[in-house]
Structure formats: structure tokens, C-alpha cells
């Protein structure tokens, strides 16, 4: 483990380590485009040159290992002179875009030029290098050629990451441009992340583009929905309404990586079908009610089903789309106020399912590995022999929270299990189960409720509010403690209550807490 020093600062750091990464620890920033942690060292940009001590000429900072002894200058007169010759160079011939370029306000050239740049172009306007604008690479992303300043972090990552090498660098010199290879188009599941690793505004993303700047958004730390991987995500949102997901960072799970149909998951979350407040059937269809009319009509249906005909007349299932705390709140509901052990989990997706042996999953539930722990699927009743005891009579409440049954189950089953049960939906969105059901009581989507899901590999990962649900609906952990308390059971409670006693009794999730779990999850205890 070599010691060295940087900017008059000692660190000892692991081997292998390169400058830019030792120097990140000190929290000093050494300037740079071309590298990226998640890809191959290319060292063409030349931005995060640095003085050595002993070495006559300056270094490239990311292909230079920290070696004992060192002593590193990135703000020395000779660094900094460097730094900005290069800097006004990748600037020669690009295009003064700024106030119509989506990538303002995250451009590294923006903020290098701030800092180490603020000078008098010597190239005339007209002089510069014309190259094509609007180049429509795929489904997904759109390439300005005049914007590129040719870091090739995007043919890296199609060459390193996914393989399948759709873009290249063709032509030399100050001619030299990025495009696609004859007869390709950028349509592999990962395309839009070469919009992630640009440092400028060369590609970007067609979905978003125009849509909005950036410094009007608000960042939210959370975890993709779409499957069981859990993909670390930040929501981009304004005002209730999100714009975008990008990838955070969690070498454990998804490196700097998303799939691009987790990346427009946001739109499935904010749909028009959204339930907004609470329903009760009537003879001629829903009318809206209050939240107290509504959870007094769920715990009068499970007080008179309990006292007619027994604890075991309630029943649950709760789908593989409810957060843990909201899994275990409903279980424990179920157990503890009405007494009942018919209660099941649901996970479910397509037997074709795409998937591949990088980030997508089979698993098209982002929390079946947590219904697992709290042993829900795979341990227990399943949601099938739940609907077989409702065709039998012996169910007359069913409690369905966040689980669309039609999608694994005939309507023809469906029908013979729920014609005479009073069945109470908790769900984010109008869907199948709408149909059957007696009282809705409408919850917050994944960016709108606080809590934990468990993924696939049985990593525990916190997600984060973003924005409150809309209009009346409530979080469901929130819904599931004002049932609970209307049964004369559990007071509402905080969300780390619930987790922390969750913990408690709970022997896969022993010793979690939202402090363990930080940014980047915990494994459960018993994998």
C-alpha cells in the first residue's frame, strides 16, 4: 500500500490505484474527459496532466499507478498552464451551443472552462471544423458531431461493456468524428448510457432532450422497479413529476449501468390510470370517499368476516412490488389484529421474459427475494391456493395489495374465486383487479413512498421519497398503519419504526438498519 503525497496531502492508498482515484479520496478533483472508473484507460484527452516530483516531464493522471514516495502537484504553475492549453485546444473547434444544449449545467467543458479556462478564443467563429449535427445513431440517442471532443468513452463502453461495437472514430486530425459503423444502428438494451459517460453534450438522449434544465430538477437517490436486479438509480423530478432515471453507482449491483427500458420505467409510474383517491363500489360504480370512510369500510368488512366466520375468512396476497416494510406491515396486520395464516405473496412475469447474464432479469418484480425472507413465497400458502380457498367459501375478505392477479390467473378462476368476496385493493394504478374489487385505497408509487426493497442477489437498498403520491393517495406503509390502528392494533408509525421492527422480527433482515444499509445496500443476514 503505497504512501504519497498530493497537494501537500499524505494518503496511503491500495495498489493499482491510479492519481485521479487517490486523489478523489483527498477530495481533490483532477480534471479530466476521457476517463471513466467503469472503462479502459485511453489517455487521449490529456486534461488531467500533473506534476511529479522527479520526473521531468508532466503525467497523464489516470494512467499513472500511485507509487511510494510521490509527490503530486495538480495546481502547480506548470500543471495548470498544461491543463489549460489543452483545454482551449478541445475548445478550438467547438460549436458555441450553450444555450440550446441539454447538456448545459452537467458539461465538464462548462465547468473546466470556469476553472481553468476564461480566456480569448484565437479561432474565428467561422474558421471552425463543420460537422454533422442531428445524427439519429438509434431508438434512443442522437449524435452532434461538431459537440464531440473525441474522449471515446462511448466506442468504449459499446466495445468493454456491451460488445457490441456499434460506433467508432473514423477520419484524422481536427476531421476526426464519431459515427456508426456501416450498416449499424445503436439499438443494444444498454444504448442510452453512452449518454451517461459523454462529458459533453455530443450525444444525447431522445427522450429527454428539451424536456427540460437540469438546475430546474431535484435529485433523489433510488432503485430501479423494473426487475429484480435493482439497478441504483437517481430520479430526476419537478413539481410532483419525474423526467428522468440515470444510473447511480453501487459496484455491488449495476456498476455505472441501467438497461434503457429501466430507464423509461418513470413513464409506467406516472401514467393516466393513477388512482388518485380512495373508491367504494356501488350499484352504479365507484364514488370517491374519504380516507376515514374508506379504511372504516376495509376494517368493518374484516371485523364482521372475522366474527361470522372465523380469523381464517380474511386473507391477503401482496404483491412482489410492495416495499418490505409494507410486506411485513400487512402480514403483520393479518396476524396479529385479525389472526388469520392465509396470506400469500405474488410474483409473477412472462415465462418469455428478456433477460441476459449482465442486468436484466427474468424477474420482472423488483422485491420477490424480500416476500422470500419474510417468508412469503416459496415457504408458505401461495396466491393460488388463497383463491382456491375463496372458491371454496372459506374466504369472504381479501386483502390485495400492489398484485394485478389477471396477469397470472384466468378470468374464468378469478371470477369462480371473487364472486362472493368483498375484496380491497391497494394499488398505485387502474388495472385488472380494479374490476373485482369493493374498496381501492390508492398508494404511492416507488419514487413516492419511503422504504427497502430486497433484489435478486438478496441485497437490501433503500428508496427514497422523491415527491409525495398524488392528490389523496398515501404511501402504502402509511395506508397499512391506519388500518392497523383502525383495528384497534399498531399506531401509525415512522418508517424506520416499521423497518427497525421489521429487523427485529424478522431473522433474514437481523441487524439492518437504515444506517447499515447507506447508500449502496447491505445483504441480508441469512442469504
Known sequence: ????????????????????????????????????????????????????????????????????????????????????????????NHPVDCPICDQAGECKLQDYYMDYGQYRSQMEINAKVEKRKVVDLGPHVVLDQE???????????????????????????????????????????????????????????????FKARVWYLEKTESVCTRCATGCNIDVYHRRGQMYRFRPRSNPEVNQYWMCDEGRLWYKELQKEGRFMRPLIAEQDGFVTATWDRAIGATAKAITEAKAQHGANAVAGIIGAKATNEEAYLLTRLLKEQVGTNCFAGFSWAPADAFHDDFLIHADKNPNSRGLQALGMLNGGPSSADVLAAAEKGEVKVLVVFAADLTTAFAQEQLDAALSNVRVIVCDTDLNGMTDYADVVLPIGAAPETDGSLTNAAGRVQRIKQAFPPPQQAKPGWEALATLGAKLGGFEPLSITEAFSDLAKNTPAFAGLTYGKLGEHGAPLATL
Open 1 to 92: 500500500m503505497p504512501k504519497l503525497e498530493i497537494d501537500g496531502k499524505e494518503i496511503t492508498v491500495e495498489d493499482g490505484l491510479n492519481l485521479i482515484q487517490a486523489a478523489e479520496r483527498l477530495g481533490i478533483e483532477v480534471p479530466h474527459y476521457c476517463y471513466h472508473p467503469g472503462l479502459s484507460i485511453s489517455g487521449n484527452c490529456r486534461m488531467c496532466l500533473v506534476e511529479i516530483d522527479k520526473m521531468p516531464k508532466l503525467q497523464i493522471a489516470c494512467n499513472t499507478k500511485a507509487a511510494e514516495g510521490m509527490v503530486v502537484k495538480t495546481t502547480s504553475a506548470k500543471a495548470k498552464a498544461a491543463q489549460s492549453a489543452v483545454l482551449e485546444f478541445i475548445l478550438v
Open 147 to 209: 459537440r464531440c471532443i473525441l474522449c471515446a468513452r462511448c466506442t468504449r463502453f459499446l466495445d468493454e461493456v456491451t460488445k457490441t461495437s456499434e460506433l467508432g472514430l473514423f477520419a484524422r486530425g481536427d476531421r476526426t468524428y464519431i459515427d456508426l459503423f456501416p450498416e449499424k444502428k445503436l439499438d443494444n438494451p444498454y444504448s442510452a448510457n453512452v449518454v451517461d459517460v459523454c462529458p459533453v453534450g455530443a450525444l444525447t438522449n431522445k427522450d429527454f432532450r
